[in-house]
């Protein structure tokens, strides 16, 4: 089992910045990715960023050059900062741990709201 904890959502105007954490613990694996989803109201659940072991990222396109992500190994913790925020950017954040062979692990979500 693995276990997240997540930190850092709140409300901001937008062009306003926030930084999200991620801590993970537990059976963590040495092989893995860490990332961070987002659901909007009535939306499905999108990637917003992940980031391997590795050192790999992928972001979604409508973040690319405001959201960065980034990764502690030594606390297995993921972060992600988040700049220029837009009010289409407000959705729940949920924190993923994926272990090589697809299995995923779930925070509990942290809002993140976007006035304009």
């Known amino acids: 089992q693995v276990q997240l904890v997540e930190s850092g959502g709140g409300l901001v105007q937008a062009g306003g910045s926030l930084r999200l954490s991620c801590a993970a613990s537990g059976s963590i694996m040495r092989i893995n990715t860490m990332g961070w989803y987002r659901q909007a109201p009535g939306k499905q659940r999108e990637l917003v960023a992940s980031m391997s072991s590795g050192g790999i990222t992928n972001y979604v396109d409508s973040v690319k050059g405001r959201f960065t992500i980034s990764r502690d190994s030594a606390k297995n913790t993921v972060y992600l900062q988040m700049n220029s925020l837009k009010p289409e950017d407000t959705a729940v954040y949920y924190c993923?741990?994926?272990?090589?062979?697809?299995?995923?692990?779930w925070g509990q979500g942290t809002q993140v709201t976007v006035s304009s």
């Open positions: 993923n741990y994926r272990k090589l062979g697809g299995l995923d692990y």
